[in-house]
């Protein structure tokens, strides 16, 4: 009884879930490709900079 109790809650709960739209998951998809592009570049050229002190300073 607890178990049918349990579907019949989840199946009710995925009944009221708005799913985005094609539009919507496109658009969100890209920004989140185009803001780890961004934070790559960034952690890139602190890298870059980072390597440069460090041969300064070693070699």
Same mark, same amino acid.
């Given at each position: =009884? ?8 989840? +199946? +009710? ?14 658009? @969100? ?5 185009? =803001?780890?592009?961004? /934070?790559? !570049?960034? !952690?890139?050229?602190?890298? !870059?900079?980072? /390597?440069?002190?460090?041969?300064? @300073?070693?070699?």
């Amino acid at each position: =009884m607890k178990i049918a109790n349990l579907f019949k809650d989840a +199946s +009710s709960e995925i009944k009221k879930i708005t799913w985005p739209t094609r539009k919507e998951t496109i658009k @969100f998809t890209l920004i989140v490709i185009g =803001m780890a592009v961004l /934070v790559a !570049l960034i !952690l890139g050229i602190f890298d !870059l900079i980072f /390597v440069k002190l460090m041969e300064e @300073f070693i070699f």
